[in-house]
Structure formats: C-alpha cells, structure tokens
C-alpha cells in the first residue's frame, strides 16, 4: 500500500518519514547510575579518610585532656565511622543488585512446545514414546 494512494482518497497530505533520528536510552540511564554510583562512593571515600584523620587528632586530645566528654565524642565518631564503611559497602551492594535487575540471567531458557494435532494423535505419540 502506498502512502500517495491512501493519502490521495483521504484528501490529505501524506505524513514524511521522521528528519531526526531515534537513540536508545538505556546506555544514558545507566550512564547516569554509574555517575551516580561513583560520585557516592568518592563522597563517602573522602567522608571516611577525613574521619580518620579527625579521630586520630579527637584521641590525642581526649588522652591528653582526660575528660569524659572527649572520650564520649571519641566514641561517637568510631560509632558514626563504622556506619560509614557500612554505607560504602552497602552502596557497591546496591550497585550490583540494580545491574543484576538490568541484565536478566542469560542462564534461563524457556522451551515451549506446541503439539498440534488431536488428544488421540498426542495419546498414540505418548504410548510408542512409553513402548520404545
């Protein structure tokens, strides 16, 4: 079918082929997630490595000073330290479960099987299957 035909009897202009051309936006979204990914990791990299200069410097201070508060605050950032590692394992966690949900198992293949023919045909099929 042509599309000056149908066009000609409707009266109509005929719709042009698009100019511009289509892009598949799965490459940019996971573009962005490793962006994402990377970014978060740097931050908490860098959260991490100044924590441990802090605390090094917190800990020099509570010894010398000997105050409950000091050891309290020494106390409270290994606390919130500990959490942040947590937090960067959980993140490469996450990574690997999103591309997990991105890229199905190429392990699982389905086999479907069409018989067509009647019950009788299938029944006889399966007797001489059973028989040899």
């Known amino acids: 079918m042509s599309n000056d035909k149908i066009s000609k009897s409707l009266g109509i202009e ?3 082929e698009p100019v511009g051309k289509i892009i ?3 490459p940019i979204i996971h573009a962005e997630k490793n962006d994402d990914y990377e970014y978060a990791r740097r931050n908490l990299y860098d959260i991490i490595e100044k924590g441990n200069d ?3 410097h917190i800990v020099d ?4 000073s000997e105050s409950a508060r000091a050891f309290e605050v020494v106390t409270n950032l290994i606390k919130t330290m500990a959490e942040t590692n947590k ?10 479960d999103l591309e997990k949900i ?11 099987n069409l018989f067509v023919g009647s019950s009788a045909e299938l029944l006889k099929m399966i007797k001489d299957k059973a028989n040899g």
């Not at 201070?61 to 010398?64: D, E, L, R, S």
């Not at 991105?102 to 479907?112: A, F, H, I, M």
């Open 14 to 16: 005929p719709i042009k």
């Open 24 to 26: 598949d936006a799965m």
């Open 54 to 56: 802090a605390l090094e």
């Open 61 to 64: 201070i509570a010894k010398q």
């Open 87 to 96: 937090d960067l394992l959980n993140l490469a966690k996450a990574k690997k």
């Open 102 to 112: 991105e890229k199905p198992s190429e392990n699982n293949v389905t086999n479907n």
